[in-house]
């Protein structure tokens, strides 16, 4: 189970974000505490206005006149600079805010992006968005509470409590107990009412949302098989458990407020009823009365959102904990910090003793793999599905780290250099492409963003990509979908291809990269990737034994192990070979294929 983030963590969180910006911060604490000081005032001119009214008598001599008019001007000047100071406060707010929220979502996002393979493999693309984007409006709730809510309440409650002490220390007494009894039963309610139960309908939120994205982003798959319906049923059950548990999160909400109100009605009758017996001994006035009320007016009102206050606290600390946690999550490139960029002269690679197995055991594991590939060969690896070869290369980019052993590349141990230096070095070709939604042109100039429109041109001609763009409307602008959904396999394919021509990487990783091509188009793209692998250290995965048979070598796996090398026409004449016999069975499944479709 994830640790909770405590309250102090969250507390250093935020101030990690507010010292930032030292100037905003102490205009806007200056601003809040001058808005703070004419509120607490209130209670004072209202009751010295009912007092210079109350004690004149009819018709009013010029003094009482003189005496109301400035008791007046004071009331009315409380009022104008309560609002002109709480409204600067918040235009300032409104500014700081938003810099803050940027930072948080673009530094979140910044560090998932580095997070290792293996934790992006564990976790659901839905909810990690849904995380990061709660995270930012969760802080919005949490700052507001905390500096529009909490801050300016605690604030006038200290002011009013010592005020009323200084007239009648006994009332002051009354109230300050009803205050603190008031904060206790909010803060016990909240801990352990509220909260558990709001930790639930978070929890329910992000299953929600991160099935609704599962099922959109797959939505080809579902209408390949007519599942519509199905999604529908599964996304019910999900946002039924949604509303029950948001119903009891919300109701919890209600009944504590009816317990606070109790307290407050309380505090009401103590202060009102004190007042008003001291009024009766003639040791308080008119605008003693109306002081004490007024003074109860702002009490109830400040007291009465302190229940929302720390509902909204407590909501906010909960949906700001998974960003907390990002920011507590080292990526996978701190350790990179201060490490130099690879330098490949020629591309040689090579595996000394690695040792390695996925964390969650599954999969390909290496004991004691050895092997070089001289600078510029091409080499092949080969084998069924889960023998070793994409672990091969997921290593070689440092995806994953060997548990023992060292990987070199031109001499140089790719632990001791940093990863995007090494993973600029070299190109891969997925079997699978997958394409950003953006334009065609800026799929392909991902792998080098400041290239020309000429190279990018160029590119996409090499891959045989160009005729298939100049069909389309809007050419290079054509926006391709999410993933590449609107182009066909083989058009993403040829942009992953021509994504590669421009990268112009040392080294070339191949995933069959023309499995995807029809007949026609292979031909074509064959000849562009034999210009492509020229002077490249090329490795191939694959998968169609038929496409490596001019591969300077050819490795093959089996359960992480190399069991087989050589070059097509030696493994082929091995006539036990493991090579040889998985080149039958392709053969064999490919005739019946033809002699099912005849």
């Known amino acids: 189970m994830t640790d909770r983030i405590t309250a102090r963590r969250t507390a250093a969180f935020l101030w990690t974000h507010w010292r930032r910006f030292p100037g905003a911060a102490a205009l806007l604490i200056f601003l809040m505490l001058l808005s703070v000081a004419f509120d607490v005032a209130f209670p004072l001119v209202s009751g010295r206005l009912v007092d210079a009214v109350a004690q004149a ?16 001007l004071l009331f009315l000047g409380q009022g104008v600079g309560f609002h002109v100071s709480r409204r600067l406060a918040m235009l300032v707010w409104a500014g700081f805010a938003s810099r803050v929220m940027r930072n948080i979502v673009t530094e979140a996002f910044h560090r998932v992006q580095r997070y290792s393979a293996e934790w992006h493999s564990n976790s659901f693309a839905g909810s990690t968005v849904r995380k990061i ?77 991160g099935a609704i994205a599962d099922a959109i982003t797959c939505n080809p798959v579902v209408k390949s098989f007519g599942a519509e319906a199905r999604e529908d049923i599964r996304l019910s059950r999900l946002t039924l458990d949604w509303a029950r548990k948001a119903r009891r999160a919300w109701r919890s ?8 109100v109790g307290v407050l009605l309380a505090m009401q009758a103590g202060l009102i009823g004190l007042v008003i017996l001291f009024w009766t001994r003639g040791e308080a006035t008119a605008g003693d ?121 031109d001499g140089q141990d790719i632990a001791s250099v940093n990863r995007e230096s090494l993973r600029r070095a070299i190109a891969l070709v997925p079997q699978e492409p997958v394409l950003f939604h953006r334009s065609i042109g800026e799929n392909i100039a991902y792998a080098r963003p400041g290239a020309t429109q000429a190279e990018i041109a160029e590119a996409a001609r090499l891959a045989h990509a160009d005729e298939f763009i100049a069909r389309l409307p809007q050419g290079m602008e054509t926006l391709v979908g999410e993933r590449g959904v609107k182009l066909s396999g083989g058009e993403r394919q040829r942009i992953a291809i021509a994504r590669a021509f421009l990268a112009d990487a040392p080294i070339l990783v191949l995933d069959e990269a023309t499995s995807s091509l029809d007949s026609i188009t292979e031909s074509y793209i064959q000849d562009a990737i034999e210009r492509l692998m020229e002077g490249r250290t090329t490795i191939v995965i694959a998968h169609r034994l038929s496409t490596i048979r001019r591969m300077d070598r050819i490795l093959v796996f089996e359960r992480g192990r190399i069991v087989e090398e050589g070059s097509h026409a030696d493994l082929m004449a091995r006539k036990d070979g493991v090579f040889r016999h998985l080149q039958a069975v392709q053969l064999s499944a490919a005739r019946n294929v033809l002699a099912e479709s005849a």
Not at 57 to 72: H, K
Request: proline share 5%; glycine share 10%.
């Open 57 to 72: 008598g009819f018709p009013p001599a010029e003094a009482d006149v003189d005496l109301a008019v400035l008791a007046l």
């Open 133 to 209: 984007t709660r995270g930012m409006w969760a802080y919005d709730t949490l700052a507001d509470t905390l500096f529009i809510g909490i801050f300016p309440t605690i604030c006038v409650l200290i002011g009013v409590i010592v005020s009323i002490a200084f007239h009648w220390p006994l009332i002051g007494l009354y109230v300050l107990a009803g205050i603190a009894v008031y904060f206790t039963l909010t803060i016990l309610l909240v801990k352990y009412y509220v909260a558990p139960k709001n930790l639930l309908n978070v929890a329910a939120d992000s299953a929600m949302g």
């Open 253 to 260: 909400m209600d009944i504590s407020m009816l317990a606070q």
């Open 289 to 409: 009365v109306a002081y004490a009320m007024t003074s109860y007016l702002l009490i109830n009102g400040y007291l009465r959102d302190i229940g929302f206050h720390m509902q909204n606290l407590q909501q906010g600390m909960n949906e700001i904990e998974d960003v907390i946690r990002y920011a507590d999550t080292d990526p996978e490139d701190r350790a990179d910090a201060g490490l130099p960029a690879l330098g490949v002269a020629g591309g040689a690679i090579r595996f000394e003793d690695v040792h390695f197995r996925y964390p969650n055991g599954n999969g390909a594991f290496y004991r004691g793999l050895s092997l070089d590939i001289p600078a510029g060969a091409r080499f092949a690896l080969v084998g069924q599905s889960g023998s070793g070869k994409s672990t091969f290369v997921k290593l070689l980019q440092r995806l994953y780290e060997p548990d023992e052993g060292r990987i070199l590349i």
